[in-house]
T-cell receptor, first 116, second 112 residues
Framework: GAVVSQHPSWVICKSGTSVKIECRSL??????MFWYRQFPKQSLMLMAT?????????EQGVEKDKFLINHASLTLSTLTVTSAHPEDSSFYIC????????????FGPGTRLTVT | EDQVTQSPEALRLQEGESSSLNCSYT??????LFWYRQDPGKGPEFLFT???AGEEKEKERLKATLTKKESFLHITAPKPEDSATYLC?????????????FGGGTRVLVKP
């Protein structure tokens, strides 16, 4: 089956620093990738949609200067949390839509970010 | 506005006790309905995509069905390893960027 990887799986950083999370589609190409945030016992909240080679589209209320997204290739998207604060601590999950299939969307394993 | 509602919020089953999860949706132009399974601390795992009313798909003890207003995920003779949160999502023809709209999920606990 289609596999999406994320790195790192967990990260602890100090307040004010930046953290980069990588998302890769391992066995398929993804023109479109998505970044979600999930709070405990809640469903997924879409943060932004990224398309390869173009600027990401952010959902209402998501600060684009704080959450920088780059979709440099058909298999790689990155999310950088800039000047992280404790309230940014969360579970971040990326997802990739199979460009070659019928549009199935596969999710990565998630990254647990803790800002101290 | 597209809406997806899952019920019940939580379901406790005895091993072997079959049950169904509901996902009702109100959307304009359904392009696809997706079911995912999510274990604690992990990303959602793709289960099924359904495209048109009357369609059914099966995988082991799981069977998903679709009507024009709702989808059901039937769990037949569940085992403890079927314990997870099951998420339903829809994609519409109008959805910007092909994004999915998720329901709140159903937390399933299967006791031995």
């Amino acid at each position: 089956g289609a596999v999406v990887s994320q790195h790192p799986s967990w990260v602890i950083c100090k307040s004010g620093t930046s953290v980069k999370i990588e998302c890769r589609s391992l066995d398929f190409q993804a023109t479109t990738m998505f970044w979600y945030r999930q709070f405990p016992k809640q469903s997924l909240m879409l943060m932004a949609t990224s398309n390869e080679g173009s600027k990401a589209t952010y959902e209402q209320g998501v600060e684009k200067d704080k959450f920088l997204i780059n979709h440099a290739s058909l298999t790689l998207s990155t999310l950088t949390v800039t000047s992280a604060h404790p309230e940014d601590s969360s579970f971040y999950i990326c997802s990739a839509r199979d460009s070659g299939g019928v549009g199935e969307q596969y999710f990565g394993p998630g990254t647990r970010l803790t800002v101290t | 506005e597209d809406q997806v509602t899952q019920s019940p919020e939580a379901l406790r089953l005895q091993e072997g006790e079959s049950s169904s999860l509901n996902c009702s949706y109100t959307v304009s132009g359904l392009r696809g309905l997706f079911w995912y399974r999510q274990d604690p601390g992990k990303g959602p795992e793709f289960l099924f995509t359904l495209y048109s009313a009357g369609e059914e798909k099966e995988k082991e003890r799981l069977k998903a069905t679709l009507t024009k207003k709702e989808s059901f995920l039937h769990i037949t003779a569940p085992k403890p390893e079927d314990s997870a949160t099951y998420l339903c999502a829809v994609r519409t023809f109008k959805a910007a960027g092909n994004k999915l709209t998720f329901g709140g999920g159903t937390r399933v606990l299967v006791k031995p």
